[in-house]
């Protein structure tokens, strides 16, 4: 039984498992199962091995999934996506929080997807904050830090977006 099921249509769940044999049928249903991934990466085996969002950021998954092994049960191979998701996801952040404090905020949020650099900058700024309360003047200079990563954040998605324009018009 997978909980997720019933996020389908009576004929997008027939389908999905009506073909049990070929993981790879399962790709169109993703979306309304699991909110964020459009699909999941196979290597030719189709061995799961990855998480890819709509806006095709990728998620290395901690486990490989072997959907073979479930023998023709879709619902167990898509629980063990679920499980592995929250795991991989949970790595990710860990990492991410790791890096935070030693990475330039600029290379920073283009090194992590979008959700876990939202997720980790949250964090930092209620740490940063706190400390800041603590200080006399602290969240008047607080303020003004934060001012600045706006302003360098700001700087690259401009720089960002003249490159792919560029790109664009060069064709």
């Known amino acids: ?40 990466t196979f290597t030719p085996d189709k061995v799961i091995t990855a998480m890819e969002s709509a806006e095709k950021e990728q998620v290395t ?12 049960l879709v619902e167990k191979w898509l629980y063990q996506v679920e499980e592995v998701m929250k795991l991989s996801l949970q790595e990710v ?16 949020v283009l090194q992590w997807p979008g959700q876990v650099v ?20 602290g969240v008047k200079l607080y303020k003004e830090t ?3 990563q706006i302003e360098d954040i700001v700087k690259l998605y401009k720089e960002t977006c003249d490159r792919q324009i560029e790109d664009i018009v060069k064709l």
């Not at 860990?94 to 920073?108: C, D, G, H, N």
């Open 1 to 40: 039984f997978f909980p997720r099921f019933f996020f389908l249509s009576n004929d997008e769940l027939l389908e999905i498992l009506s073909e049990t044999k070929d993981p790879l049928r399962v790709q169109p249903h993703l979306k309304k199962c699991f909110e964020g991934i459009a699909q999941l």
């Open 118 to 137: 939202l997720a980790t900058g949250q964090i930092f700024w209620t740490s940063e904050v706190t400390e800041a309360m603590g200080k006399q003047n």
């Open 61 to 72: 998954l901690c486990r490989q999934i072997i959907p073979a092994d479930a023998k023709g």
């Open 146 to 148: 934060c001012d600045r």
């Open 93 to 108: 952040m860990e990492r991410s929080i790791q890096a935070y404090p030693t990475t330039r905020r600029e290379e920073w």
